[in-house]
């Protein structure tokens, strides 16, 4: 007697893997009733077809977030920067007010991404902080603001370890005077250096060698006391609040 297709494929099927097995069975049933010699049953259709959607959503996924360049008052802050041979990516910017009046703008730079200040403080890596004047300052006071806030926001035990750095940093800004508008100063961490503070994107300081000093200094901004609520949101990628009305 003549061996039909189905019977056939059927055969070849018994000495296949259990779950080759069945799926050769269930798509002999299929083409049986329908008379097609390619059909497939309809979970495995519908698995074929989720198939690319689900390697499409896995690889979106997958994709880091990637910074982008923020303007601010007439200042641009890069998505990136390199700082000690490492590609930093833009955590967040914003504007320091006092009262209504727009002081500065900072921005923080980091290897990675963080939203929350233990997260920035834990950090592994280089990183900037880079302040652009929006109106003149004493620089003696910034100096002294500076200071101040590094004290407010010190952990207990830890304030002593980075007097030397705050002192150089106050002499630096006591010598020069003041900060105009347009003028920025950055000051830049590279693991195993130290920190330098650098005006105008030229050093005007020793490095710091006090490895805890960078820290201390970001505490300002992003610390349990910063010098404003709505600028430690900004640098750590929130949406800024309204104006801030602090006095600091």
């Given at each position: 007697?003549?061996?039909?297709?189905?019977?056939?494929?059927?055969?070849?099927?018994?000495?296949?893997?259990?779950?080759?097995?069945?799926?050769?069975?269930?798509?002999?049933?299929?083409?049986?009733?329908?008379?097609?010699?390619?059909?497939?049953?309809?979970?495995?259709?519908?698995?074929?077809?989720?198939?690319?959607?689900?390697?499409?959503?896995?690889?979106?996924?997958?994709?880091?977030?990637?910074?982008?360049?923020?303007?601010?008052?007439?200042?641009?802050?890069?998505?990136?920067?390199?700082?000690?041979?490492?590609?930093?990516?833009?955590?967040?910017?914003?504007?320091?007010?006092?009262?209504?009046?727009?002081?500065?703008?900072?921005?923080?730079?980091?290897?990675?991404?963080?939203?929350?200040?233990?997260?920035?403080?834990?950090?592994?890596?280089?990183?900037?902080?880079?302040?652009?004047?929006?109106?003149?300052?004493?620089?003696?006071?910034?100096?002294?603001?500076?200071?101040?806030?590094?004290?407010?926001?010190?952990?207990?035990?830890?304030?002593?370890?980075?007097?030397?750095?705050?002192?150089?940093m106050a002499e630096l800004f006591s010598a020069?005077?003041?900060?105009?508008?347009?003028?920025?100063?950055?000051?830049?961490?590279?693991?195993?250096?130290?920190?330098?503070?650098?005006?105008?994107?030229?050093?005007?300081?020793?490095?710091?060698?006090?490895?805890?000093?960078?820290?201390?200094?970001?505490?300002?901004?992003?610390?349990?006391?910063?010098?404003?609520?709505?600028?430690?949101?900004?640098?750590?990628?929130?949406?800024?609040?309204?104006?801030?009305?602090?006095?600091?």
């Amino acid at each position: 007697m003549k061996t039909s297709r189905f019977q056939s494929s059927r055969a070849r099927a018994q000495g296949a893997p259990d779950g080759q097995r069945r799926a050769v069975v269930a798509h002999l049933r299929i083409a049986r009733h329908t008379g097609s010699k390619t059909a497939l049953p309809m979970n495995r259709r519908i698995t074929l077809l989720a198939i690319p959607v689900a390697i499409a959503l896995a690889g979106a996924a997958a994709l880091p977030a990637t910074a982008q360049p923020v303007e601010l008052a007439g200042v641009r802050y890069p998505a990136t920067v390199s700082l000690g041979g490492t590609n930093l990516q833009l955590n967040g910017a914003g504007i320091r007010y006092r009262f209504v009046v727009k002081v500065y703008t900072a921005g923080l730079y980091m290897q990675g991404k963080a939203t929350t200040p233990e997260q920035a403080l834990a950090m592994q890596g280089p990183k900037r902080i880079q302040v652009q004047m929006l109106r003149e300052i004493d620089a003696n006071e910034l100096g002294r603001l500076l200071t101040r806030g590094m004290q407010d926001n010190a952990p207990r035990g830890e304030f002593s370890k980075f007097i030397p750095g705050m002192l150089k940093m106050a002499e630096l800004f006591s010598a020069r005077k003041r900060l105009r508008a347009g003028e920025n100063f950055s000051v830049d961490y590279v693991p195993g250096t130290g920190t330098r503070v650098l005006i105008n994107g030229k050093p005007e300081s020793d490095v710091i060698t006090e490895p805890e000093f960078f820290n201390a200094l970001l505490r300002i901004w992003i610390g349990e006391k910063p010098a404003d609520d709505g600028l430690k949101d900004a640098l750590l990628g929130k949406a800024p609040p309204p104006a801030s009305t602090g006095q600091n």
